[in-house]
């Protein structure tokens, strides 16, 4: 069976047109099989079969096989970057970005991300600073950035959050002027791209997930982008325990190979990538379309002007909606409907971080702000035709109850 086909999957759905329906009220839950934000797509699997017997048939299942140099030469002709180096995840191929790049000391980046872009540098022994957000993106604020700057900075690690680009050419003048290296968390950012240029070509270094709940997944995978020679020569070192030869280790390195079945997995889903944007996006259009008009809660606009692969779906909860962002999410679940408070409540907010930066919340307002109104919504090929507007109406629901029943204000 082909993703395609997974598309329609039925499911015992029901309306919801007031507070009674809804299954925090006693009403059955709008699907007996869980909804996810990521539920993974999966392209023609017979010919990831086929691609996999011919792996089994030459007995060549790991150390830089054909697979991962196809998938390679793949991704770099599509980005338009040099070199492409495949890591078993995302997280081995950011801490051997950061390795590869000689940073130390102290890295900014923002503490609105996926905790493992602060574990990466946290794990390296390299201090982890964290600078605020534009409120209006979700992205790195250069200004915080700049604030942050102290005679330890060494870098900077952007992150493309929801795929929308960072702000690329303000944060490589500021690393340009303060002779800092500039790399990006583009794990989001696959396929994606910021006035005409694909992300992946932006500062030093960019780094891809490839995780199964990635709309571009290998089952677990990631990559390393760049136009920089010696800095692609060394990660491809690194990712093999720092081998240039046979029996000749030049680095530090560790095993972040790629495995030959994740790369056929990769290439089987390649194929498959304009299907599975057609559909994010198509879902995208019709979450805007339906959750307009809910007091207090709005879905994040991409630009349509850009490419684009539309893999999140982001409500943003204002502070006066009726109803609490909580309160949303809680309904939601009880529905089976699996929505996400990404990235709540920020790495600063976390163990190690928590506990070594007790006062970062004093400097990141907005990120704190933002981390309390966030919703991520399912999307991708695994999603019922009928679940928008079904989300949409369980939304608009507990909206309307808290309205009436005097619920929150300012």
Known sequence: MTAAASIARPSAVKRVRSGSDLALNGAPPAYSECLHVGRPNIGDESRFLDLTRQMLARRMLTNNGPYVQELERKLADWLGVKHVVAMCNGTVALEIAIRASGLQGEVILPSYTFVATAQALHWQG???VFADIDPATHNLDPCAVERMITPRTTGIIGVHVWGRPAPVEALQDIADRRGLALMFDAAHALGCAHRGKMIGGFGRA???SFHATKFFNCFEGGCVTTDDDALATAMRYMRNFGFEALDKAVYAGVNGKMPEVCAAMGLTNFDFLPTIVATNRHHHSSYLAAFEGIDGV???PYDNTETGNYQYVIAEVSDDCPATRDELVDALHAENI????????GC???KPFRELYPHAGMLLPNTEK?????IVLPTGTAL?????ETIAGIVSAVVESARQRG???G
């Open 126 to 128: 390299i201090t982890p």
């Open 206 to 208: 960019e780094v891809f």
């Open 298 to 300: 709005s879905i994040m």
């Open 338 to 345: 699996l929505a996400r408070k990404y990235f709540w409540p």
């Open 348 to 350: 600063h907010n976390m």
């Open 370 to 374: 933002v981390a309390r109104r966030v």
């Open 384 to 388: 019922p035709g009928d679940a928008v």
């Open 407 to 409: 619920g929150r204000r």
